[in-house]
């Protein structure tokens, strides 16, 4: 045998090399890789080798390679930004990043008390600063995100009344409410509410019209998904438990420095989404949801997600924290669980809790202040232009707010295009899944955004609407 027939390894593809391929097959008892794959039927077989490049032969062409491809893109970080709808651009402290980034943290994935020290404190003070933050009994780890949270805090309700039907706003992200319907929909009816065009409220009229003896919850966001403060919080908790059912509220929390929880106005269950506490917006990733409810056996049994609590030590010597409710979670269930969240956002977790400790309630207040009064300067300015109208619902609203373009004459399509040759993501184009609302877009401030930012925006806009 020749040196041709063991060619080297592929330095990024494991058990590359023949000789290890033979050792392998031989401990499995086959004669080659065929036989591993004789049970697939061969019209379901590709019947040909991949059409791929060439491999790279260093790990260095990969690096130009993939660096060329990055280079492709252009981030928020290379542009000014406006987008929101569900993952905003939030400034994340260093001190966030360089937390999560330590190797026990970073590296170790779930194991126990005894194998990762330090993360089930991290996990507990998570769970005691959003409580606080919330003013609820208990709040679970992290879920994949908000749409996993409000899936399984709907559920929960439907659990606990024995109920079969749950009403949500029209207002709700797409999205969400087309991973609701994939998640959910075998086990509750999803029922859709209006909301009152001027103002992007719930429409209560609607919702008492379908208000049953069968219904579980009534849920609704604060802010919602386009920005509006519902400022009838408190007569959609008593619609519901009028009739016996929950209210499930999902909130934005870094809003809550300047506004209500949704426990003040009669919220049973609260899901939302950590990624505004100390969370990077990346590619697909950086969202985790949680789930908070009160402190009752019955009602922490329908939480599926993990629980971390803390306990004195046997000696007596400190404290330890650790599982509860163990038994109960969908990880001990498995097949058998009522309701599943996958794996948690762990590292999403560290963060928001050290995103907490350091802003304390002076610096969620201040940053809810600014996000605030940004918004409302960038709705002013942009409403001064010829064509533009901004906000343009009634309602009051919280880091985001629609803008109609229809007096333009320009679609939110044409508008972004000529904004993003500027430079600038203008905001989220909604005329597709609200039809109802024209040529509307969600634009999206925060505290990142300087004077000069929506100045910026506000000259560029006029530019190219004129």
Request: glycine share 10%; net charge negative; aromatic share 8%.
């Amino acid at each position: 045998m020749t040196a041709a027939d063991h060619p080297p390894a592929h330095p990024y593809i494991p058990n590359s090399a023949l000789a290890t391929r033979a050792e392998m097959l031989a401990a499995v008892g086959a004669a080659d890789v065929e036989e591993l794959y004789r049970d697939i039927p061969s019209h379901l077989r590709l019947g040909r080798p991949l059409d791929l490049p060439a491999a790279l032969p260093s790990e260095l062409a990969l690096r130009r390679h993939v660096g060329g491809l990055l280079d492709k893109n252009l981030s928020c970080e290379d542009a000014l930004s406006f987008l929101g709808g569900g993952c905003w651009q939030h400034y994340v402290p260093a001190l966030c990043d360089e937390i999560v980034n330590r190797g026990e943290f970073l590296t170790a994935y779930g194991g126990l008390w005894y194998s990762d020290h330090g993360k089930n404190q991290a996990y507990f003070e998570f769970q005691s600063l959003l409580a606080e933050l919330l003013d609820m009994d208990a709040v679970g780890l992290t879920t994949y995100d908000w749409s996993a949270a409000t899936s399984t805090a709907l559920l929960m309700a439907s659990r606990l009344t024995d109920r079969g039907r749950v009403l949500v706003p029209r207002n709700l992200n797409p999205e969400k409410r087309a991973q609701l319907h994939n998640f959910a929909r075998s086990a509750v009816e999803i029922v859709e509410v209006a909301m009152e065009p001027g103002s992007g409220l719930l429409h209560l009229a609607d919702l008492e019209s379908k208000l049953t003896p069968n219904t579980a919850a009534i849920y609704f966001e604060n802010p919602s998904f386009l920005g509006v403060l519902e400022t009838q919080g408190a007569e959609i908790a008593d619609l519901a438990h009028e009739r016996g059912a929950l209210c499930v509220v999902g909130v934005d929390p870094i809003s809550l420095g300047v506004l209500a929880p949704p426990s003040h106005y009669g919220a049973d269950i609260v899901s939302g989404e950590v990624q505004p506490l100390g969370v990077h917006m990346q590619h697909g990733g950086g969202l985790g949801g949680f789930v908070a409810t009160r402190h009752d056996p019955k009602w922490l049994a329908e939480i599926p997600s993990l629980l971390t609590s803390i306990m004195r030590t046997e000696d007596g010597s400190g404290l330890g924290y650790g599982w509860a409710n163990w038994v109960e979670t969908s990880w001990v269930k498995r097949e058998e669980s009522r309701d599943f969240t996958g794996t948690t956002t762990g590292l999403w977790t560290i963060a928001a809790a050290v995103y907490l400790s350091l802003m304390g309630p002076k610096g969620m207040r201040e940053v809810g202040e600014t996000i605030a009064a940004k918004a409302a300067y960038a709705a002013r300015r942009l409403d001064e232009i010829e064509g533009v109208r901004a906000p343009a619902l009634a309602a009051p609203a919280f880091k985001e707010f629609l803008v109609d373009f229809g007096s333009t004459g320009k679609t939110v399509a044409e508008i972004n295009a000529a904004l993003l040759e500027r430079g600038i993501f203008g905001g989220k184009d909604l005329s597709v899944d609200f039809p109802e609302l024209g040529q509307s877009a969600l634009f999206c401030v925060t505290e990142v955004h300087t004077q000069d930012d929506l100045d910026t925006l506000a000259r560029t806009v006029a530019e190219v609407t004129a």
